[in-house]
């Protein structure tokens, strides 16, 4: 739906700050993130050029405060624990950093990485994100993980032990699993979390391995009715163990939520560093989409010719910014907040709704829209991407 009226955005003074380190030891069949296999790299080099480009950006934006630094990758573990604490000194100077900024690296937990956990939070990390994946051994071999159901336990007592917060992936609706077995997955998990788990259910991209096992038939996850099913068993078990899912695959106890991607999910401004990395900065009242050049060597050199390797600088236009915040506003279990909205984009959400779209998605209960905001129920976070098109397209 066109909307004419100039848009007015508060994006007020903070912002957060993605890192990106591309490289993995190996790359799992069910990931299509911009991850690469490098046997060697020089990585002082590889930390000089991130700096580059974070003092390039801090350019336009060096009077935001920097709410949250995340490391994602790849396997950022991977690095030198010294390339984070520079990064994270070098974010100080730049931007304002406060002590209580929340520092986030994803790891991976094998022996090579958490061996490192406590010089990573002595350069300055405070949240450690570890991609654990599954508690069942033949589980981890499918997903083509290269740790065992030891060591990933061992990692979590690691990262409870020197962290003051920390998180843990699990994927499930993996082949021939039941809702009995998820259950005692799930529950085991529970057991072991901190205050924030991401559940996800697993899903076939294309131009992975396992795109290509699921188009010949060797690969086949479970059928709808099961996958809603363990959706809802997921929603209900967490919600009652009193992590709350306040995002679609994101469950936390009161105020352990993931600020960072908080940031993403409520329209915020962050700055994308590192090949591939992503970003949305709001200058002079207009936001920006930013992308960095995604493949590692190509990236490198241009950081190395230029300061910076942007390959798209781009004005969001009023409509398109308009659509990214439902967008992504409704993954949340809360929806978007009426005043939210209005401060995002100068209107309310009835100026930018059609009506005749949005109706049945309220009549039938996968929307509510009152004097609180937009939210997608229970029944619509199950199907929403189907409820985001027919409200969108």
Known sequence: MPIKKPLELTSGDEIALYIHWPFCLSRCPYCDFNAHVRPDIEQADWGKALLSEMEYWAKNTSKRKIKSIFFGGGTPSLMKPSIAAD???????????????????????TSVEIKNFREFRSAGLNRVSIGLQALDDNALKFLGRTHSRKVGILAIELADKIFP??????????????????????????????????????????????????????????????????????????????????????????????????????????????PGAHGRITIDNQTYETEQIPGPETWFSSVREKGHATRKFKKINFNARIDEILLMGLRLTNGISRDHFIQHTGLDFEDVLDPKRLRPLLVEDYLVLDKKGLRATKKGLLRLNSVLAAMLS
């Open 165 to 274: 917060r920390f998180s843990f992936d699990l994927i499930y609706g993996r082949p021939h699993q039941t809702t009995t077995n998820w259950t005692s997955e799930l529950h085991e998990a529970i057991q072991m979390s901190a205050g924030h788990l991401s559940l996800y259910q697993l899903t076939i991209e294309k131009g992975t391995p396992f795109y290509a096992e699921a188009r010949s038939g060797t690969l086949m996850l479970p059928n709808e009715e099961i996958s809603s099913m363990l959706f809802q068993l997921t929603q209900d078990i967490c919600e009652q163990k009193g992590l709350l899912p306040y995002e679609i695959s994101n469950h936390a106890r009161p105020g352990q939520e993931c600020i960072h991607n908080l940031t993403y999910w409520t329209g915020g401004d962050y700055i994308g560093v590192g």
């Open 87 to 109: 990064i994270i000194s070098k974010a100080s100077k730049l931007w304002s950093l406060e002590n209580e900024t929340e520092i986030t690296f994803e790891a991976n937990p």
